[in-house]
């Protein structure tokens, strides 16, 4: 879903980067009001998850392309809308700026597509199923449908974007076509992973996910841990299971190519799609140690980039979240 320079034209991606930098500005004021202690650390820790799920493409079984977590309705879910469209904005930013991944006049796109639709817009989508669906159960069920219809809405934006850009010669109908149709199977893991995390993060700390009630006011029904996971220790017991993801699983990617490489190769386009990044630290997800051609230090290279890029940005949200003023410490259970 990252999508390369030269592909959108520059008129469209200046107009996306302005939308894009005002809902993030946006956010950040939001954030800046409701922004409690107990945040700070779960924005680091969910920058970290989203960084390291988004390095493992999972294969489609049906088709030889590949997909990966977006991880917008799953932060906002979480942490809030504002916070999730900033981690998701973050994540995007170390993708480019360390990476190569996406291009960096069509960053402002990436963000608009993941960030602002899928962050923000896979909130509301969530938030207007669950007023149907309070109840837990609800919260998943109302979770996994909208994550999954983030996935189709950020590829649906693309499309719009490509026709936007004057590409007359690719036929519209069989990019969309093709899109919705690749999407709609990675947004199935999308919808999987989402339910699954949302699931386990309930039932251990419900009151660490955004608009649950808070221990202290649970009355009816207590937490059944004895243990007190504190945010900072959920943090970085999230952290951990984030480097294990980018060490362990991530060099064990699938390498068919992602939904979008796929629809470029099918269209004709992907000479775009593969042309060379502008390479600000390292091309790809992986640091040069001199023996790439052995199996076991191609593995290992991708291993350290995913480790250090997911400590990046963890430190980076950590930082961010320092700048901001704590506000009420209610603001987070509202």
């Known amino acids: 879903m990252h999508i390369a320079d030269g592909i959108i034209s520059p008129e469209v991606c200046a107009g996306m980067a302005v939308a894009s930098a005002g809902a993030v500005g946006f956010s950040l004021r939001q954030l800046k009001k409701t922004e409690t202690t107990k945040t700070i650390p779960l924005t680091g820790m969910m920058g970290a998850l989203v960084f390291a799920g988004q390095m493992v493409n999972f294969p489609l079984v049906v088709a030889p392309v590949s997909g990966h977590l977006l991880g917008g309705v799953l932060a906002s879910v979480i942490l809030g809308p504002w916070a999730g469209c900033l981690v998701v904005t973050l994540v995007l930013v170390v993708q480019w700026a360390l990476f190569a991944d996406g291009g960096m006049v069509a960053l402002g796109v990436?963000?608009?597509?993941?960030?602002?639709?899928?962050?923000?817009?896979?909130?509301?989508?969530?938030?207007?199923?669950?007023?149907?669906?309070?109840?837990?159960?609800?919260?998943?069920?109302?979770?996994?449908?909208?994550?999954?219809?983030?996935?189709?809405?950020?590829?649906?934006?693309?499309?719009?974007?490509?026709?936007?850009?004057?590409?007359?010669?690719?036929?519209?109908?069989?990019?969309?076509?093709?899109?919705?149709?690749?999407?709609?199977?990675?947004?199935?893991?999308?919808?999987?992973?989402?339910?699954?995390?949302?699931?386990?993060?309930?039932?251990?700390?419900?009151?660490?996910?955004?608009?649950?009630?808070?221990?202290?006011?649970?009355?009816?029904?207590?937490?059944?841990?004895?243990?007190?996971?504190?945010?900072?220790?959920?943090?970085?017991?999230?952290?951990?299971?984030?480097?294990?993801?980018?060490?362990?699983?991530?060099?064990?990617?699938?390498?068919?190519?992602?939904?979008?490489?796929?629809?470029?190769?099918?269209?004709?386009?992907?000479?775009?799609?593969?042309?060379?990044?502008?390479?600000?630290?390292?091309?790809?997800?992986?640091?040069?140690?001199?023996?790439?051609?052995?199996?076991?230090?191609?593995?290992?290279s991708v291993s350290i980039a995913g480790i250090g890029g997911t400590l990046a940005v963890f430190a980076i949200a950590l930082l961010l979240g320092r700048g901001l003023k704590p506000g009420a410490e209610a603001g987070h259970a509202t």
């Not at 609800?138 to 026709?163: D, K, N, P, Q, R």
């Not at 010669?169 to 999308?190: C, K, Q, R, V, W």
């Not at 993801?245 to 060099?251: D, I």
């Open 110 to 300: 990436n963000v608009f597509n993941m960030g602002v639709v899928g962050a923000l817009g896979g909130y509301a989508v969530y938030a207007g199923l669950r007023r149907w669906m309070p109840s837990p159960r609800g919260t998943i069920t109302s979770a996994i449908i909208a994550a999954w219809l983030s996935v189709l809405a950020a590829s649906t934006m693309f499309c719009l974007e490509f026709a936007l850009s004057g590409h007359r010669d690719y036929s519209l109908p069989n990019l969309f076509a093709l899109m919705t149709t690749f999407h709609s199977l990675i947004g199935l893991g999308e919808a999987l992973i989402t339910g699954f995390v949302l699931s386990v993060v309930l039932d251990q700390r419900p009151d660490l996910v955004y608009g649950q009630p808070s221990l202290d006011i649970m009355e009816t029904e207590p937490p059944r841990r004895s243990w007190q996971a504190t945010p900072l220790r959920t943090a970085v017991i999230g952290l951990m299971i984030a480097l294990a993801v980018a060490g362990f699983l991530a060099p064990f990617a699938s390498g068919y190519s992602d939904g979008l490489e796929a629809v470029a190769e099918k269209m004709g386009f992907d000479a775009q799609v593969d042309a060379d990044p502008q390479v600000l630290v390292l091309d790809e997800y992986q640091v040069p140690l001199g023996s790439e051609e052995s199996w076991f230090m191609s593995k290992l």
